[in-house]
């Protein structure tokens, strides 16, 4: 593949992808008549260069973006409700999310909140919320910054209590974007410690969907190619980036977020609550529980385990995945304890408890009860 040029295609959705692509959003939004898009990014990504000269280009061709960026770093209900306050007193007329998950996130769940006045909550996938998303979305683009979540091709947003930080998933088919401008130079300046975290989490995605039950041979094979693309190209991204590796986790960050329509698992489960009760970075949480997740799906999964191995480029037979991931995370300067983002053993019950009752855990390949999470926590103080 060449990475100099520029490409197009579908799926899920329509997606511009290449070096500079950026230049392109002002001509698509006149295309589409938007003269006033709410631009829904985080207060970093609200400061950079780059972010500006979208903006002025913007308003260089006509177009007055309004920009929306106080949000948590892990977003709670009152950021959505503030941002939908925002794009309706400006009298806005599509919504663009700009920037990593969290940008994507509220931004999503805006653009379901400006047609649906219900609580936001009772659009939660859990209660079939979804069943409740009848009306028009506003006109939806997603512009991602960094290689992690895949957000830009979801049809869901997980939003936080805001009092008790719980997680809460919003889901509707029609939330996927109409369009995505996929340009790798945006994740040319994420700093190396970032960039790593947000890799490991796009990793995740891949690997949780390739072992999650169930039958879903596409997208074993999106995850599979993926996971291969990570291999070759997170280091090189972390520490000397280029436009070849950029490109290729920017891929398979997409790439993941497809895959993992057919379900997360139990690292998923033992991260959330990393950031529910410590606030945690979910990149960060995930590395913290990656090797921990592996090792505990190993058990009847060894079939599958070899095909992760080879995806990943294992050369020595007797190197476990969980072994592979954890040395992963070494090299990449990520934290190896719980204990060093603030967790501490009278934290452990609620953890297990939240683990235990997260969303995600119903598609792991292996059962876990409350008390395997207990056990698991404590191994990784």
């Known amino acids: 593949m060449d990475f100099t040029q520029r490409y197009a295609y579908s799926f899920p959705t329509n997606i511009r992808f290449g070096a500079g692509v950026i230049d392109e959003l002002p001509v698509h939004l006149n295309d589409k008549n938007i003269r006033k898009p709410l631009v829904v990014t985080d207060g970093t990504v609200k400061e950079l260069p780059f972010f500006k000269s979208i903006i002025n280009d ?33 009298k806005c007329d599509a919504i663009i999310g700009l920037g990593g998950g969290v940008a994507l996130d509220v931004a999503r769940a805006i653009a379901l909140r400006i047609n649906h006045k219900r609580d936001l909550f009772d659009y939660d996938d859990l209660l079939d919320g979804w069943k409740l998303v009848t009306n028009e979305v506003p006109y939806f683009v997603t ?8 957000s830009e091709v979801g049809r869901s947003t997980v939003i936080s209590e805001d009092e008790s930080h719980i997680k809460r998933v919003l889901f509707a088919p029609q939330l996927l974007a109409s369009q995505i401008f996929a340009d790798p130079l945006l994740t040319m300046d994420l700093p190396p410690f970032f960039t790593a975290a947000t ?16 039958f879903h041979p596409m997208a074993d094979g999106i995850a599979l190619e993926a996971i291969s693309l990570i291999a070759e190209s997170l ?15 920017l891929i398979a960050s997409l790439m993941g977020a497809v895959a993992f329509q057919k379900g997360l698992g139990i690292i998923h489960s033992l991260a959330h609550p990393l950031s529910t009760v410590v606030n945690a970075h979910h990149g960060t949480a995930i590395s913290l529980m990656f090797g921990k997740g592996l090792e505990f799906n190993t058990p ?11 995806a990943l480029k294992i050369s020595d037979a007797g ?20 204990s060093e983002i603030g967790v501490k053993s009278e934290h452990i019950g609620s953890l297990a408890q939240l683990a235990s009752e997260d969303f995600c855990l119903p598609c792991n390949p292996n059962p876990a009860t409350k008390e395997d999470f207990i056990r698991i926590y404590n191994e990784s103080l």
């Open 58 to 90: 913007l308003d260089k061709s006509g177009i007055q973006g309004v920009v929306f960026s106080e949000m948590h770093k892990n977003p709670v209900k009152s950021d959505v409700l503030n941002g939908g306050d925002v794009y309706n007193e400006n």
């Open 143 to 150: 512009i991602p910054t960094n290689a992690g979540t895949g």
């Open 199 to 214: 890799g490991i989490d796009a990793l995740s995605h891949n690997v949780e969907a390739y072992l999650a039950k169930g």
């Open 235 to 249: 280091e090189t991204a972390t520490f000397n980036p280029d436009i070849e590796s950029r490109s290729k986790m």
């Open 300 to 310: 009847g999964n060894e079939v599958k385990m070899k095909r992760l191995a080879n």
């Open 319 to 338: 190197t476990s995945v969980n072994d592979h991931i954890n040395h992963m995370t070494q090299k990449l300067n990520l934290p190896q304890k719980i």
